[in-house]
């Protein structure tokens, strides 16, 4: 069983910031990718950022500059700082990680449960 549970949400000013946390947990063999996506009511989700083993790391244009992603890859956790917030942040994010079990080693995506993220103007 593996579990994603994100903590870090809330709700804050427009220009102020924001970290959010990701724990994997489980048995866990390997993680290939983890990423943060978010969801606007009545949108898509979305992809906001992500970053594999080695490092390399994507971002959606809308928040190139303003957050920063990183992994503790010891601890199985992922982070999303986010600098600069604006009212259009505000979405629920949502914790993605690519990984492979103890018992299945095979690739297979995960997902937490969210964190809602509220920007106020």
């Known amino acids: 069983q593996v579990q994603l549970v994100e903590s870090g949400g809330g709700l804050v000013q427009a220009g102020g910031s924001l970290r959010l946390s990701c724990v994997a947990s489980?048995?866990?063999?390997?993680?290939?990718?983890m990423a943060w996506y978010r969801q606007a009511p009545g949108k898509q989700r979305e992809l906001v950022a992500h970053?594999?083993?080695?490092?390399?790391?994507n971002y959606a244009d809308s928040v190139k500059g303003r957050f920063t992603i990183s992994r503790d890859n010891a601890k199985n956790t992922v982070y999303l700082q986010m600098n600069s917030l604006k009212p259009e942040d505000t979405a629920v994010y949502y914790c993605?990680?690519?990984?492979?079990?103890?018992?299945?080693?095979?690739?297979?995506?995960?997902w937490g449960q969210g964190t809602q993220v509220t920007v106020s103007s």
């Open positions: 489980g048995s866990i063999f390997s993680i290939d990718r």
């Open positions: 970053i594999i083993g080695g490092g390399t790391t």
């Open positions: 993605n990680a690519r990984l492979s079990t103890q018992t299945m080693r095979v690739l297979i995506a995960y």
